[in-house]
């Protein structure tokens, strides 16, 4: 036997022994609805040395993920998006074999707190600033069931709307003509008269 067909054996051993100790994991990743989230993480994790992440892949535009070659074995397998839940569960991959995995993301909020960035002249916490601060959220505004600007200001603690403009604490919001001491920002835009 010559050296060159016992190396091609050799390799095609070997090609086949690897075969059988990789599998693919391919499904799916939707929310609670089934509307196929796009861009979700969904992660591979072996128990050897501890759980360690060994594959990352994002889904598509239909929601779907494939991992074309895993180690044979138990593996954790998670998925996750910013504003869903995490959602972990395990597989089997058996060598040389396919596994589907679909997984339903249950919406999980995220909550931010309001930055206020006119009061200092800087970005700040609501808690943070020094001056008086009021804020009327989108949910605020909707609970009011509110037409125009001047309405959804009026309902803010201390603040009054009249004439057009925006007064706190009974204030007339000027002083000797030099302009409003009171700012008023709609979607981060002043919406203060002129004159």
Same mark, same amino acid.
């Given at each position: 036997?010559?050296?060159? &067909?016992?190396?091609?054996?050799a390799?095609?051993?070997? *090609? %086949? =022994? !690897?075969?059988?100790?990789?599998? /693919?994991? #391919?499904? $799916?990743?939707?929310d609670?609805?089934?509307? &196929?989230?796009?861009?979700?993480?969904?992660?591979?994790? *072996? %128990? =050897? !040395?501890?759980?360690?992440?060994? /594959?990352? #892949?994002? $889904?598509?535009?239909?929601?779907?993920?494939?991992?074309?070659?895993?180690?044979?074995?138990?593996?954790?397998?998670?998925? !996750?998006?910013i504003?869903?839940?995490l959602? #972990?569960?395990?597989?089997?991959?058996?060598?040389?074999?396919?596994?589907?995995?679909?997984?339903?993301?249950?919406m999980?909020?995220?909550?931010?707190?309001?930055?206020?960035?006119?009061?200092?002249?800087?970005s700040?916490?609501?808690?943070?600033?020094?001056?008086?601060?009021?804020?009327?959220?989108?949910?605020?505004?909707a609970?009011?069931?509110?037409?125009?600007?001047?309405?959804?200001?009026?309902?803010?603690?201390?603040?009054?709307?009249?004439?057009?403009?925006?007064n706190?604490?009974?204030?007339?919001?000027?002083?000797?003509?030099?302009?409003?001491?009171?700012?008023?920002?709609?979607?981060?835009?002043?919406?203060?008269?002129?004159?």
């Amino acid at each position: 036997m010559s050296l060159k &067909p016992a190396i091609a054996l050799a390799l095609l051993v070997g *090609t %086949r =022994l !690897g075969a059988q100790g990789t599998g /693919a994991l #391919r499904g $799916t990743v939707t929310d609670t609805a089934g509307v &196929p989230l796009d861009h979700a993480r969904v992660r591979a994790l *072996t %128990r =050897l !040395g501890g759980m360690r992440e060994i /594959a990352v #892949r994002f $889904t598509d535009a239909t929601g779907a993920y494939r991992f074309d070659s895993l180690p044979a074995g138990w593996l954790a397998i998670d998925a !996750g998006r910013i504003g869903y839940r995490l959602v #972990r569960d395990s597989v089997v991959i058996t060598g040389g074999d396919a596994v589907r995995l679909d997984f339903r993301l249950p919406m999980s909020p995220i909550t931010v707190a309001p930055t206020i960035v006119t009061a200092a002249k800087r970005s700040q916490l609501l808690d943070q600033a020094v001056t008086s601060v009021s804020l009327v959220g989108a949910q605020q505004i909707a609970q009011r069931a509110v037409n125009t600007i001047d309405e959804a200001v009026d309902k803010a603690p201390g603040v009054q709307f009249i004439a057009g403009q925006v007064n706190l604490r009974g204030s007339s919001g000027f002083v000797q003509g030099l302009g409003s001491r009171v700012l008023l920002l709609v979607d981060g835009v002043p919406a203060n008269q002129g004159d």
